[in-house]
């Protein structure tokens, strides 16, 4: 059973950047598809970026496309969200996940959760 602990949110201007990272531990972090979803108040939690087990392949959700990067580092356990040109839209709590069945958008092919970590764009 993997662990997830997220890091790097915090609040920014519009514009502006911030690299958020996932630790992983308690599993074989490279057997993990590994995943960033989002949540804003009052809203679904919503598909932000998937990664495959050895990087190769990456997925995005359309608000992201252009200006996040999602990457790890299966040496430090770790995968990360680029996140350039911010929004105030992008405001929320951004969450890492892990699964390893498949390369998936959708929540509820997630097993692992880590806490998450609030990110707030100011105009």
């Known amino acids: 059973q993997v662990q997830l602990v997220e890091s790097g949110g915090g609040l920014v201007q519009a514009g502006g950047s911030l690299r958020l990272s996932c630790a992983a531990s308690g599993g074989t972090f490279s057997e993990y598809y590994m995943a960033w979803f989002r949540q804003a108040p009052g809203k679904e939690r919503e598909f932000v970026a998937a990664i495959s087990w050895r990087g190769s392949l990456t997925y995005y959700g359309d608000s992201a496309k252009g200006r996040f990067t999602i990457s790890r580092d299966n040496a430090k356990n770790t995968v990360y969200l680029q996140m350039n040109s911010l929004e105030p839209e992008d405001t929320g709590v951004y969450y890492c996940?892990?699964?390893?069945?498949?390369?998936?958008?959708?929540?509820?092919?997630?097993?692992?959760w880590g806490q998450g970590t609030q990110v707030t764009v100011s105009s």
């Open positions: 996940a892990a699964n390893r069945a498949r390369l998936s958008r959708y929540f509820k092919d997630y097993d692992y």
